[in-house]
């Protein structure tokens, strides 16, 4: 409920990204301090997790920054 005291009043934000090689990660508390004013888990925003070898293997990614960013920028 808005106005209740227990009420967090920053968005907790999980990403979870597969990624199929090491060079694909990232450092994660860098992106975090780009957001430590806007989420309330800047240091855990994205959780990484190996992609699986075998079956069909998308190297395509969907990341779209600008319109996660737009969603961040957004004022309620």
């Known amino acids: ?13 999980r990403l979870r990204v597969e990624y199929a090689e090491e060079k694909h990660m990232f450092n994660v508390v860098r992106f975090g301090l780009n957001y430590t004013t806007k989420v309330a888990n800047p240091s855990d925003i994205v959780l ?4 699986r070898v075998a079956g069909n293997v998308k190297t395509e990614s969907k990341f779209d920054k600008d319109t996660l960013e737009a969603l961040f920028n957004m004022e309620g």
């Open 1 to 13: 409920m808005p106005g209740d005291r227990r009420q967090p009043e920053q968005p907790l934000i």
């Open 48 to 51: 990484f997790r190996k992609q």
